[in-house]
């Protein structure tokens, strides 16, 4: 797990606190959210969900089917309900669950797998770019780095992870934008920028789809 980027949703603040310090010690990057509010915002650059059932702001199913609605992240329950409903219904809807009190190198090797099943660290070609998913980078036909500012590469990576596919509007300003704090015409603005800088002047790669949303593509149209 070395480089990779874990997220820790737990409400036990000491519980969490442990679990960051084995991941660290892994190589792992860890940020810890304790309540389950605003988690769209700490999704940037993320590979792994560790997400807790039982937290103060909603329960864990439903924040991992609200995250589902918005990117494609791997997420791993950690909870101390152990009966056969509970279990059944956390694989359903996350990739794996982890009864508590577990042991640190069961966690590390469930975490490995599915960080090996989900990513695959070869580069992406797409028209002009070529694409790291894993390090989250982007290059130029000169391979060089593309520099995106943060909302610009949250943006970018949004349409990525769901690619050949049409997003409305709302789903975009949701996921960039959960706090609601921006229009319309920002997100028109960001896309702007960003075929700019991928050198998209003909909207080959990020089509507008009118009326709707905009859509990365996956191939020439």
């Known amino acids: 797990m070395?480089?990779?980027n874990i997220l820790i949703v737990e409400d036990d603040i000491s519980s969490a606190e442990?679990?960051?310090?084995?991941?660290?010690?892994?190589?792992?990057?860890v940020s810890l959210n304790h309540t389950g509010e605003h988690v769209l915002e700490q999704l940037t650059d993320v590979h792994l969900i560790l997400l807790d059932i039982m937290l103060p702001y909603d329960d864990g199913l439903s924040i991992a089917d609200y995250i589902h609605q918005h990117v494609?992240?791997?997420i791993i329950f950690l909870t101390a309900r152990n009966d056969m409903d509970s279990k059944i219904t956390g694989l359903r809807a996350g990739d794996d669950y982890i009864t508590?009190?577990?042991h640190p190198t069961e966690l590390i090797s469930r975490i490995n797998n599915i960080l090996g099943r989900f990513y695959d660290k070869t580069q992406t070609t797409l028209f002009n770019l070529t694409i790291d998913p894993y390090k989250f980078e982007v290059f130029d036909?000169?391979?060089n780095e593309i520099q995106f500012t943060k909302i610009e590469k949250r943006l970018f990576?949004?349409?990525f992870s769901n690619i050949g596919s049409t997003l409305t509007k709302e789903q975009i300003l949701q996921y960039v934008w959960p706090d609601g704090d921006t229009y319309d015409n920002s997100l028109n603005v960001y896309i702007k920028k960003i075929r700019?800088?991928?050198n998209d002047h003909d909207n080959m790669i990020i089509s507008t789809i009118h009326g709707i949303g905009y859509r990365m593509n996956a191939?020439?149209?």
Request: charged share 40%.
């Open 2 to 4: 070395k480089d990779f």
């Open 157 to 159: 990576f949004y349409l």
């Open 100 to 102: 508590k009190p577990f």
């Open 219 to 221: 191939h020439e149209k």
């Open 196 to 198: 700019q800088k991928i």
């Open 141 to 143: 036909k000169e391979d």
């Open 72 to 74: 494609d992240i791997p």
């Open 18 to 29: 442990n679990l960051k310090k084995i991941l660290v010690k892994q190589g792992a990057r």
